[in-house]
């Protein structure tokens, strides 16, 4: 973690090659599985108060301090020193130079005005390592590990295993140094859990908890070995819960602000098997995450602020950072020519889906002082804010490592994606949320969920949707949602079938026959053409409500249109007249099946979608894609969202509530996403590195009911203009350069 190369090594795994389905190789049939399930009442971390008021941190070296003071840090980050040996109880502890440089380092950060958050490198000692060879990893079960000579300038030979010896001397010596130089807390860049571990700890910790042996080898495959994953995942929750034990009994406002690598990064999505769970990040007082906008990311696309929007779901709501990266046009990477204003935008986007900034002082020819003194004057409308519930979108962690594994670019994210960026173009408020949010109570707080391809849920989970449906809430899913168990064991039915009326048919078939194609269209292709030319059908519309849309019938005016995507087959509902589409495969001579069937279910409503028109805005969309998703959620909301926009689709929007003295506040972000240099290069490295804003004018808020006493527009002011149609309030706002907030008081 030094200051001029903040990059941390890389744990991605490459994937792969694409495989048809998650669920093929699987040989047990679904059924309830206490060992498999997440430990009984999770309790996230509690957080200190001052956490709550963090919207700036640094990443620096130690000369930077007062750079970072007057640019009006809160929170710095740096490394100092590594792990000693032996501990400070054992007459050990930091060399006299070391101890003097970390005491003159916490007093600068503190008589700064600043918190020191130490980034310590979770790598055993050298000497250590050498006194206790099987405190290791041992990624196979032999004793090679524990032969390996451990080396100060290969971590490769000094990984330790956090079930073990080394999780505990790691905590006592984070302990130590809380106690003795007052440090505020720590990051690790790593410290996560290894795909398998064959250690004696773990042998024997395994054998103590399942009553079993570890399993061979990693194999996403083998059931045995995701029950593994489950329980690793379990003890790394553990281990931090311990060390946060520990050093707030050293000092109660110490914290682990701690980098994950399951929270929203695009090639962390793809990372498989997971290095973390994703419930990990709520035993952080504050998680954060490096945040790529480079291709390799697709920066140019709404991943981005999906990643930033995911941190703070898997955070619950609580404090998170995204790091802007200045990094792009990977092969080299480099921060040649990187426009300031982009560096700035960046920020705002971070800020917009409720991240705090966290920004490195390294990078070559930036000051990036304005941005956090940007921050700083909106800081007030930043902190201790909570998402406007509407519409809840389940990320889930489950589907995604247990059923998507094998090609998750494909089988998850483009349907997440894709219900991301209908709600996002179509300015709803969307809160991202996760497994362990599907509860009765938690779900009750939104109008309506949206389950996308969600296919791993256990039982639990869906009893919770089904009672939350039957209680008046609204649905809309789509694939293969609820056919798998929490780790992907493939059911004989949807389990929420009856909510959707319909069973599953499997999916259909490729046709024998290619269609013919106009020749001069037909020359210039290759066999990569009909390799991604799966999954075409034929939508027809009903006369539905659903479809009963002007916009829509702009779009599709003929209502019929050629669709490509995800789809599977179900059987025709009991009542003719809940099928909104239908669908026919390419070279089908059967009659059409059901695309989308709308009902009644207790006193809620339910969308459900054979077709994934999720998948398909993501990766082939067209705008009655996004159109059809928000008349879905709209449907089963019974009513439209509680705040309606009028802006370009450019403009993404966010919502947010606080409380401050007693008085609520409503707080909408408005972020101005427009490229002016857009489309105009390469389009596999084609990332945003803006120079430039072009205003946006003309946008109105339209409050149907309990619309705010009063407004402002933050940070620069601008005339607002707040009329009545008689029906709602009508705010008019100034013009949007790159990011400002309507604020709205209730008193």
Same mark, same amino acid.
């Given at each position: 973690m030094s200051p001029s190369t903040t990059t941390r090594r890389d744990f991605l795994t490459q994937t792969g090659g694409l495989l048809a389905t998650a669920t093929a190789a699987l040989s047990e049939p679904a059924a309830a599985d206490a060992s498999s399930m997440p430990a009984e009442n999770f309790e996230?971390?509690?957080?200190?108060?001052?956490?709550?008021?963090?919207?700036?941190?640094?990443?620096?070296?130690?000369? %930077?301090?007062?750079?970072?003071?007057?640019?009006?840090?809160?929170? !710095?980050?740096t490394n100092l020193i590594w792990p000693y040996f032996p501990l400070r109880i054992d007459g050990g502890g930091l060399s006299k130079e070391d101890d003097l440089r970390l005491h003159q380092l916490v007093r600068d950060c503190h008589q700064g005005g600043m918190k020191l958050v130490l980034g310590l490198p979770p790598f055993p000692p050298v000497e250590l390592v050498k006194r206790h060879p099987d405190w290791r990893v041992h990624p196979t079960d032999s004793e090679a590990a524990t032969k390996v000579e451990p080396l100060e300038k290969d971590l490769g030979t000094r990984l330790g295993c956090n079930v073990g010896p080394w999780g505990d001397y790691l905590i006592e010596v984070c302990g130590e140094l809380v106690g003795e130089y007052k440090i505020d807390g720590f990051s690790f860049d790593g410290n996560y859990h290894p795909p398998i571990c064959h250690c004696p700890a773990c042998k024997a910790a395994y054998r103590r908890d399942r009553k079993r042996d570890l399993p061979g080898k990693e194999d996403l495959d083998d059931i045995h070995y995701r029950r593994y994953l489950v329980w690793r995942g379990e003890r790394l929750e553990d281990h931090y819960r311990r060390m946060q034990r520990r050093i707030k009994r050293a000092d109660a406002d110490a914290v682990l602000m701690s980098w994950t690598v399951n929270a929203g990064r695009y090639g962390h999505f793809l990372h498989s098997p997971r290095a973390m769970p994703t419930r990990l990040n709520r035993l952080f007082d504050l998680p954060m995450q490096e945040w790529w906008l480079d291709e390799t990311n697709f920066g140019g696309s709404i991943a981005p602020a999906f990643g930033a929007a995911y941190l703070r779901a898997v955070a619950g709501g609580r404090p998170c950072a995204s790091e802007p990266y200045l990094m792009s046009r990977g092969n080299p990477y480099g921060t040649d020519s990187f426009p300031a204003h982009e560096r700035l935008t960046r920020c705002l986007l971070a800020a917009t889906n409720g991240n705090a900034l966290a920004e490195s002082f390294g990078w070559s020819g930036h000051d990036v002082s304005t941005d956090f003194q940007e921050i700083a004057r909106r800081e007030r409308f930043l902190t201790r804010a909570d998402a406007l519930p509407w519409a809840a979108l389940l990320v889930g962690e489950q589907t995604r490592q247990f059923y998507a594994y094998k090609d998750i670019a494909n089988l998850f994210l483009p349907h997440v994606f894709g219900a991301f960026r209908a709600a996002t173009e179509e300015h709803q408020p969307l809160t991202l949320v996760n497994d362990w949010d599907m509860e009765t109570d938690r779900l009750a707080r939104y109008a309506v969920v949206i389950l996308a391809n969600a296919a791993a849920l256990s039982d639990g989970q869906v009893d919770a949707l089904r009672a939350y449906v039957r209680a008046g809430g609204g649905l809309v899913a789509t694939g293969e949602t609820s056919l798998c168990d929490e780790i992907g064991r493939p059911r004989q039915d949807f389990a929420l079938s009856d909510l959707f009326g319909v069973s599953y048919r499997g999916r259909p078939s490729a046709p024998i026959e290619r269609p013919k194609l106009d020749e001069n269209f037909a020359v210039a292709l290759d066999k990569s053409y009909w390799a991604q030319r799966n999954g075409v059908v034929t939508l027809t519309w009903t006369d539905h409500p659903l479809v009963r849309d002007e916009r829509l019938r702009q779009l599709i005016p003929h209502k019929s249109v050629t669709f490509r995507g995800p789809q599977v087959l179900v059987n025709e509902p009991k009542q003719e007249g809940?099928?909104?589409?239908?669908?026919?495969?390419?070279?089908?001579?059967?009659?059409?099946?059901?695309?989308?069937?709308?009902?009644?279910?207790?006193?809620?409503? !339910?969308?459900?979608?054979?077709?994934? !028109? %999720?998948?398909?805005?993501?990766?082939?969309?067209?705008?009655y894609q996004r159109r059809l998703i928000v008349r879905a959620l709209e449907w089963a909301a019974r009513e439209p969202a509680p705040i309606g926009v009028k802006a370009p689709f450019c403009v993404q929007i966010t919502y947010f509530t606080q409380t401050e003295k007693g008085r609520r506040r409503l707080v909408l972000h408005f972020f101005n996403g427009i490229n002016t240099t857009a489309n105009h290069g390469l389009p596999a490295t084609d990332v945003p590195l803006r120079e430039e804003v072009i205003p946006i004018h003309d946008i109105e808020v339209r409050f149907p009911k309990d619309a705010p006493k009063r407004f402002h527009w933050e940070p620069d002011g601008g005339k607002i203009e707040v009329r009545s149609d008689g029906q709602a309030t009508i705010v008019r706002l100034p013009p949007l350069k790159i990011h400002a907030m309507l604020v709205g008081e209730f008193e």
């Open positions: 996230p971390v509690k957080i200190p108060a001052w956490v709550f008021g963090v919207s700036r941190m640094a990443f620096l070296s130690p000369g %930077d301090v007062p750079k970072a003071a007057k640019a009006g840090v809160q929170v !710095v980050h809940e099928v909104a589409l239908r669908m026919k495969p390419e070279g089908w001579s059967k009659p059409s099946a059901p695309a989308a069937i709308l009902r009644t279910f207790g006193a809620g409503r !339910v969308a459900y979608f054979p077709v994934a !028109v %999720d998948a398909a805005l993501w990766s082939y969309g067209y705008p």
